[in-house]
């Protein structure tokens, strides 16, 4: 059957379509972002990646990890990297690098909800974060270990050794949060309007709050705007989100700043100066600003909190010093896990 041809109206009806659509904006992929699979399949790690199937809430998960060896003269001594809300396991190469090249077998997991690791609705609670830690440490036959916490890393850092204090020779703390309890100054969010938040995060906003963590912004660090960029670009994000918001809320909801007086561990504080970062800072009235978020004084209080604690101050520092200054944060990584 021949078809009919298109009349004038129709041609011009469909030639405004056209420029219609072409004056539309284009998803982000359309733009170069290229959508990244919020379990990371196609983001390269410096190390290989292996799994550990767990089941939780009777969900079939599994946890990723980095398990790296000593590159010379192993001395026979693990230590467990735990990364930050923002961050994954990958963020930690130059310190996994020199760990490995001083004897030291190095393990870098990527907790449940972050980086390769599932992305599930789940309750989230640090002790279960750490139990699921000492399973990876058992399956990998590590029975002693060094831990050290960047930022929520710090407030699992903490939560571990005070579940397993048997396991842990050392524990050290870079400017981890939860050095205070937000709760009494920082307005309650739900999990919907944290959900939200995530969904409506823009790229312009992503970069300025990550700007906030350093004191000399490097283009080095826009691998990490991205990567939350190109999450958003996926189809999967929504469930990513989620476990974003709720892992919000386990920092909100499950404070260990009122705990750090029986940690027993040899540990130490590693604390940029000019860090101010405080969870759910945009909530917090400005005239209150000034009570939170105050690093130096924080480090202070916790290191006398710690009995067996001693405390570095980097002057100039932001929140993450194995970035602003990896020199003097391995200098004094390796003096302690030394002693």
Not at 93 to 105: D, H, P, V, Y
Not at 169 to 183: S, V, W
């Amino acid at each position: 059957m021949k078809l009919k041809e298109t009349s004038v109206a129709g041609k011009i009806a469909i030639y405004g379509l056209f420029l219609l659509i072409l004056v539309q904006p284009f998803p982000a992929a359309a733009q170069g972002k290229t959508p990244l699979s919020i379990s990371m399949e196609n983001y390269h790690y410096p190390y290989d990646v292996a799994f550990l199937p767990l089941t939780i809430e009777g969900q079939d998960l599994r946890m990723a990890y980095m398990d790296v060896p000593a590159l010379w003269n192993p001395n026979g001594k693990a230590v467990l990297l735990l990364h930050g809300k923002n961050f994954f396991g990958a963020y930690w190469e130059e310190t996994i690098r020199f760990l490995s090249r001083n004897g030291f077998r190095v393990i870098v997991p990527d907790q449940i909800g972050f980086g390769k690791s599932s992305k599930p609705n789940i309750h989230y609670s640090f002790h279960l974060l750490a139990s699921n830690t000492k399973k990876l440490l058992d399956t990998l036959g590590i029975k002693e270990v060094s831990v050290v916490g960047h930022s929520m890393g710090g407030m699992l850092a903490t939560r571990f050794t005070l579940m397993y204090p048997q396991m842990v020779t050392h524990l050290i703390l870079e400017n981890p949060i939860g050095l205070e309890d937000y709760r009494p100054i920082v307005p309650y969010m739900t999990i919907e309007e944290a959900y939200q938040n995530e969904l409506n995060a823009t790229e312009e906003g992503i970069r300025n709050y990550h700007k906030t963590y350093y004191v000399q912004w490097k283009p080095a660090y826009e691998e990490y705007v991205q990567v939350s960029v190109r999450w958003k670009a996926s189809a999967e994000y929504p469930r990513l989100a989620m476990a974003s918001a709720l892992t919000s809320q386990m920092i909100y909801e499950q404070p260990v700043c009122y705990e750090f007086s029986y940690i027993k561990t040899k540990a130490l504080l590693i604390i940029g100066q000019a860090d101010r970062t405080v969870v759910g800072k945009a909530r917090v009235k400005k005239d209150l600003l000034s009570m939170v978020g105050q690093y130096p004084e924080l480090g202070r209080k916790t290191s006398k909190q710690i009995l067996n604690s001693s405390l570095v101050e980097l002057p100039g520092v932001g929140h993450i010093p194995h970035f602003e200054a990896a020199e003097r944060f391995h200098k004094e990584l390796l003096e302690h896990l030394n002693r």
